[in-house]
């Protein structure tokens, strides 16, 4: 069977955040994951994360500012 999605948007969507709903979808297809770190604020932590993944992609990283604490940071790894 397929699953379908319907997004009733009130016409305030655009295709950037549509392509955001799309990329969603792996999640739900089990073909990807987000997962949620915290990185210290110190130069190299992210190098740091990026080497401890190996030679496995990082496809998506979200990352917000905050010059109060270590980073919080959600990223999205395949599956």
Known sequence: GETLVAIDSGANINFDSLRHVA??????????????????????????FCEARGKRQIPEFNSRYNPNSDAHRFVGVPT
């Not at 990807?32 to 210290?40: D, F, K, L, N």
């Open 23 to 48: 990329e969603r979808a792996e999640v739900g297809e089990k073909r990807e994951a987000i997962i949620a770190v915290t990185i210290p604020a110190r130069p190299g932590s992210f190098k740091a």
